[in-house]
């Protein structure tokens, strides 16, 4: 049983502010030890399940956050950007089991510590066929294109609510009790661990490959805080522009969805500004 953690950090044990998890800050740095801390526990626990593999692909920003020589020995790391299915690389090879979502947050628009989809701000809702899609929900469709399932998530505990919209069956752990974004109520390490650690271990049971979702299309929705970002994006093969603030796109498979989305993504940081926006 090969097992693929995609690690995010903005719901780490003991991130609550943008400090704490961008890249270079002081805190970032404290905080990595957390970070680590949660995706070890995650690679403990599917090995206590029965994993015979555990590939942890950094899925944070720059994508390079984790501490490689504090990582569990018995996992690799997958580290950098550039990836064909960015957060969720790995779960297309055949051999792939299952897939945790370690770190996840709520999407844009919702509450929730740090709550974003992508970009940490710019954006103020994502939907797909209608339905308001965090990025859990956007990876668990990418999943589900290979038969992947998403066995466990781990974030607050409105991320672990969210997880209901997109892995029901999935297991949860909340390392902290979101307050607002930027504050929560946070279990320390040693106790967030063991709730880690558990909730893989049963989560590895779930590790069952099931039958690639291929026969569906998808309309996506991109809903910015600001009109010229909206014309930017537009600029981009297959997205158009649905009113002043919003564009949408027509996908035929979750590999193009999700591919189609980055790109949006990375054109509209490229057209804010520092002072308006």
């Given at each position: 049983m090969r097992v693929v953690?995609?690690?995010?950090m903005e719901g780490a044990t003991g991130v609550t502010w943008p400090d704490d998890c961008e890249p270079g800050?002081?805190?970032?740095?404290?905080?990595?030890?957390?970070?680590?801390?949660?995706?070890?526990?995650?690679?403990?626990?599917?090995?206590?399940?029965g994993a015979s593999s555990v590939l942890v692909n950094e899925a944070h920003s720059t994508m390079r956050n984790l501490l490689l020589e504090d990582l569990d020995p018995r996992a690799e790391m997958l580290t950098g950007r550039h990836k064909d299915l960015t957060?969720?690389?790995?779960?297309?090879?055949?051999?792939?089991?299952?897939?945790?979502?370690?770190?996840?947050?709520?999407g844009a628009g919702?509450?929730?510590?740090?709550?974003?989809?992508?970009?940490?701000?710019?954006?103020?809702g994502v939907r797909v066929d209608g339905?308001?899609?965090?990025?859990?929900?956007?990876?668990?469709?990418?999943?589900?294109?290979?038969?992947?399932?998403?066995?466990?998530?781990?974030?607050?505990?409105?991320?672990c609510r969210d997880a209901a919209t997109y892995a029901p069956d999935a297991v949860t752990a909340a390392v902290k009790d979101c307050v607002s974004r930027y504050a929560a109520v946070c279990r320390p390490p040693a106790v967030t661990f063991e709730l880690i650690r558990a909730a893989a271990e049963r989560a590895?049971?779930?590790?069952?490959?099931?039958?690639?979702?291929?026969?569906?299309?998808?309309e996506v929705e991109v809903e910015f805080d600001?009109?010229?970002?909206?014309?930017?994006?537009?600029?981009?093969?297959?997205?158009?522009?649905?009113?002043?603030?919003?564009?949408?796109?027509?996908?035929?498979?979750?590999?193009?969805?999700?591919?189609?989305?980055k790109t949006v993504t990375t054109v509209a940081a490229a057209a804010v500004e520092n002072t308006y926006g």
């Amino acid at each position: 049983m090969r097992v693929v953690i995609s690690a995010d950090m903005e719901g780490a044990t003991g991130v609550t502010w943008p400090d704490d998890c961008e890249p270079g800050n002081p805190a970032w740095q404290r905080c990595r030890a957390l970070f680590t801390s949660d995706v070890n526990a995650a690679v403990a626990g599917f090995f206590d399940g029965g994993a015979s593999s555990v590939l942890v692909n950094e899925a944070h920003s720059t994508m390079r956050n984790l501490l490689l020589e504090d990582l569990d020995p018995r996992a690799e790391m997958l580290t950098g950007r550039h990836k064909d299915l960015t957060m969720v690389e790995g779960v297309q090879h055949p051999d792939v089991s299952g897939v945790a979502f370690v770190g996840y947050h709520t999407g844009a628009g919702a509450e929730g510590v740090l709550a974003h989809t992508y970009l940490g701000n710019s954006i103020t809702g994502v939907r797909v066929d209608g339905v308001p899609a965090s990025e859990g929900y956007l990876n668990s469709l990418v999943a589900a294109e290979f038969g992947v399932p998403v066995t466990l998530v781990t974030g607050d505990d409105l991320t672990c609510r969210d997880a209901a919209t997109y892995a029901p069956d999935a297991v949860t752990a909340a390392v902290k009790d979101c307050v607002s974004r930027y504050a929560a109520v946070c279990r320390p390490p040693a106790v967030t661990f063991e709730l880690i650690r558990a909730a893989a271990e049963r989560a590895a049971a779930l590790c069952v490959r099931a039958e690639p979702v291929t026969d569906r299309t998808f309309e996506v929705e991109v809903e910015f805080d600001a009109t010229h970002l909206a014309a930017a994006t537009a600029a981009v093969p297959t997205v158009r522009r649905t009113d002043v603030r919003r564009v949408a796109f027509t996908a035929d498979s979750a590999y193009a969805m999700i591919r189609t989305f980055k790109t949006v993504t990375t054109v509209a940081a490229a057209a804010v500004e520092n002072t308006y926006g």
